[in-house]
């Protein structure tokens, strides 16, 4: 998670503007679908060693709160995820901005020890743009 001093709903326009989150974002290049509860979307992803990754997946939205999504990884067939954006806010010119991934797998224990550092990488990265992007739209 990352503090950023912007009021909530500054953080929600901009991590939820899909059209342009692929500018700042270092690795989830945009969203494609209908943005409903239940929707199916697909998560473009780009990690500079190759084409872009599309994962299809199910969209979870609470407008103004948290977006994401469950379903398969591309991690592989085995390896399911429930993904999370969280926007809390802190006061009225502060933001909490919760970035989650709840895994679960057949095998835990290999995904665990392979993928952590990939996800805190991820995540980091990512939330790092987005406190990034934000300060410069003031």
């Known amino acids: 998670e990352i503090t950023i001093n ?27 679908g209908e943005l409903r509860p239940g929707a199916a979307i697909t998560a473009i992803y780009d990690f500079g060693d190759g084409p872009l990754l599309k994962n299809p997946v199910t969209l979870t939205w609470q407008d103004g709160k948290r977006f994401g999504w469950a ?9 399911y ?5 969280m926007v809390v ?3 009225e010119t502060t933001t ?3 970035h989650t991934d709840d895994l679960t797998a057949t095998n835990m224990d ?9 996800f805190e990488n991820f995540f980091t ?8 992007h934000v300060d410069g739209l003031s």
């Open 81 to 85: 995820a429930n993904h999370q954006f």
């Open 125 to 132: 990265s990512f939330n790092k743009a987005l406190k990034s």
């Open 89 to 91: 806010p802190v006061d």
């Open 6 to 32: 912007a009021p909530a709903e500054t953080v929600w326009r901009a991590v939820t503007d899909f059209d342009a989150i692929g500018a700042w974002s270092p690795h989830l290049k945009t969203i494609v």
């Open 110 to 118: 290999n995904i665990l020890e392979e993928q952590i550092p990939t």
């Open 71 to 79: 379903g398969g990884t591309l991690y592989g067939p085995d390896v």
């Open 96 to 98: 909490r901005f919760v």
